[in-house]
């Protein structure tokens, strides 16, 4: 929802019950939100294209706390040292593993220093929109519907200047004010386990793999449609991990190779010369016909998963939500366009289109579709030639490739 000029997300892990400008459809599924257009160009951009949210990355600028008040019944995180002030240490170094597994991805902004040093709060509910980004494990929250095991609820902006609590003001469209990472801590049938006593956990969920998940949700991601990416929106199940723990020569190891290509999208290196490739194209209905009849402007096929292999590895690299495109002054306009970047050059790809109709569906991305679009309906005095509506995700389509010139 937007309040005034902020747009607040919420992304859940659930249990898995049973298993600027000129911008097109971007891999991967980030957190997304259109400027504020009726303000001044000079602190709107002067364009209602949507834009990725962000985290500013310059040295010591992103700042976490977390708050050592732990629910003691039920006991909702499992230790292996159970004196009070060891077990503090123990939850905490799980914070900074999982912090530093997003700080190892080669070819990025984000790196060991961008993290400030982690802080600690006595505060229960510490959890709120103060400007600070905190992690709770015994505040209540509303969010926690049945099969929720944790969500990150964010505040990004949609103009410059604006301020969140004391003392976070945005210099940059898009830019994360605060996120606050919750974990339920009240339902006695969801506990969480150190990586060091997880084995002596069976029914426990791993600590290390959900926090690095909440901790995409801070840097901006949205969920992924790729099974084995970290931001996939199920946990693993109890007793498991997602990938495989971090070790030296692999510090990014749980990561994915969706969520590093995505990583390298939203916080490119200029001087990374490896991963500058891209493939761009569109999903179109062989019989436009098929198209939905509301609302007008719908030229694509919306929605689809567009995922790229690498030819020789049969590894799933990267994947986008595609369908739509933004030229300046916007709005989007629903046009079936996708682009893949942050793939390695030298390589080649193959790319097949589906729709989100399996596991993972359109309501686990609303955060990366919804906010597309602004008008007069959702926004009050919203000048009507940079509004739209965003359509109905297509999930009734199959795919085939047209051969190129």
Same mark, same amino acid.
């Given at each position: 929802?937007?309040?005034?000029?902020?747009?607040?997300?919420?992304?859940?892990?659930?249990?898995?019950?049973?298993?600027?400008?000129?911008?097109?459809?971007?891999?991967?599924?980030?957190?997304? @939100?259109?400027?504020?257009?009726?303000?001044? &160009? %000079? !602190? /709107? =951009?002067?364009?209602?294209? *949507?834009?990725?949210?962000?985290? +500013?990355?310059?040295?010591?600028?992103?700042?976490?706390?977390?708050?050592?008040?732990?629910?003691?019944?039920?006991?909702?995180?499992?230790?292996?040292?159970?004196?009070?002030?060891?077990?503090?240490?123990?939850?905490?170094?799980? @914070?900074?593993?999982?912090?530093?597994?997003? &700080? %190892? !991805? /080669? =070819?990025?902004?984000?790196? *060991?220093?961008?993290?400030?040093? +982690?802080?600690?709060?006595?505060?229960?509910?510490?959890?709120?929109?103060?400007?600070?980004?905190?992690?709770?494990?015994?505040?209540?929250?509303?969010?926690?519907?049945?099969?929720?095991?944790?969500?990150?609820?964010?505040?990004?902006?949609?103009?410059?200047?604006?301020?969140?609590?004391?003392?976070?003001?945005?210099?940059?469209?898009?830019?994360?004010?605060?996120?606050?990472?919750?974990?339920?801590?009240?339902?006695?049938?969801?506990?969480?386990?150190?990586?060091?006593?997880?084995?002596?956990?069976?029914?426990?969920?791993?600590?290390?793999?959900?926090?690095?998940?909440?901790?995409?949700?801070?840097?901006?991601?949205?969920?992924?449609?790729?099974?084995?990416?970290?931001?996939?929106?199920?946990?693993?199940?109890?007793?498991?991990?997602?990938?495989?723990?971090?070790?030296?020569?692999?510090?990014?190891?749980?990561?994915?190779?969706?969520?590093?290509?995505?990583?390298?999208?939203?916080?490119?290196?200029?001087?990374?010369?490896?991963?500058?490739?891209?493939?761009?194209?569109?999903?179109?209905?062989?019989?436009?016909?098929?198209?939905?009849?509301?609302?007008?402007?719908?030229?694509?096929?919306?929605?689809?998963?567009?995922?790229?292999?690498?030819?020789?590895?049969?590894?799933?690299?990267?994947?986008?939500?595609?369908?739509?495109?933004?030229?300046?002054?916007?709005?989007?306009?629903?046009?079936?366009?996708?682009?893949?970047?942050?793939?390695?050059?030298?390589?080649?790809?193959?790319?097949?289109?589906?729709?989100?109709?399996?596991?993972?569906?359109?309501?686990?991305?609303?955060?990366?579709?919804?906010?597309?679009?602004?008008?007069?309906?959702?926004?009050?005095?919203?000048?009507?030639?940079?509004?739209?509506?965003?359509?109905?995700?297509?999930?009734?389509?199959?795919?085939?490739?047209?051969?190129?010139?």
């Amino acid at each position: 929802m937007n309040v005034i000029a902020k747009q607040i997300c919420s992304s859940a892990l659930a249990l898995f019950y049973g298993a600027w400008f000129e911008p097109l459809a971007q891999a991967y599924a980030f957190n997304m @939100i259109v400027p504020d257009v009726r303000q001044p &160009a %000079a !602190v /709107s =951009g002067g364009s209602a294209c *949507p834009v990725k949210a962000r985290q +500013l990355t310059s040295a010591g600028s992103i700042a976490i706390q977390w708050s050592t008040a732990l629910n003691p019944n039920p006991v909702t995180i499992v230790t292996q040292n159970q004196t009070t002030s060891g077990r503090l240490t123990e939850i905490e170094q799980v @914070i900074a593993q999982s912090m530093a597994v997003w &700080a %190892a !991805v /080669s =070819g990025t902004t984000l790196v *060991p220093g961008t993290f400030a040093p +982690l802080a600690r709060t006595a505060a229960q509910n510490a959890c709120g929109s103060d400007g600070l980004n905190t992690i709770c494990f015994d505040q209540a929250d509303m969010a926690f519907t049945p099969g929720v095991v944790a969500f990150t609820r964010v505040i990004e902006t949609d103009r410059i200047g604006l301020q969140v609590g004391s003392s976070a003001v945005a210099t940059q469209l898009g830019q994360i004010l605060d996120a606050d990472i919750y974990f339920n801590p009240s339902d006695s049938r969801t506990t969480y386990a150190t990586p060091q006593a997880l084995a002596a956990t069976p029914t426990a969920y791993d600590l290390e793999s959900v926090l690095t998940h909440e901790l995409g949700h801070l840097l901006g991601f949205s969920h992924s449609a790729i099974w084995s990416a970290m931001m996939f929106p199920f946990a693993p199940a109890p007793g498991t991990i997602s990938g495989t723990r971090p070790t030296p020569l692999q510090p990014d190891a749980p990561l994915g190779d969706d969520d590093r290509t995505g990583l390298r999208v939203l916080y490119p290196d200029p001087a990374d010369t490896v991963h500058q490739g891209s493939i761009t194209g569109k999903i179109i209905p062989a019989n436009p016909l098929a198209l939905p009849a509301s609302p007008s402007g719908v030229t694509g096929i919306f929605g689809s998963h567009v995922v790229a292999v690498d030819a020789a590895s049969g590894a799933a690299v990267a994947a986008t939500l595609g369908g739509w495109s933004c030229s300046a002054p916007g709005p989007a306009q629903f046009d079936g366009t996708y682009e893949i970047e942050g793939l390695a050059v030298g390589r080649s790809y193959t790319v097949y289109a589906e729709p989100l109709n399996g596991a993972v569906d359109p309501s686990r991305f609303t955060n990366a579709i919804v906010p597309l679009c602004r008008n007069t309906v959702s926004d009050a005095g919203w000048p009507p030639l940079q509004g739209c509506v965003v359509p109905t995700v297509d999930l009734s389509f199959t795919a085939r490739t047209r051969p190129g010139p």
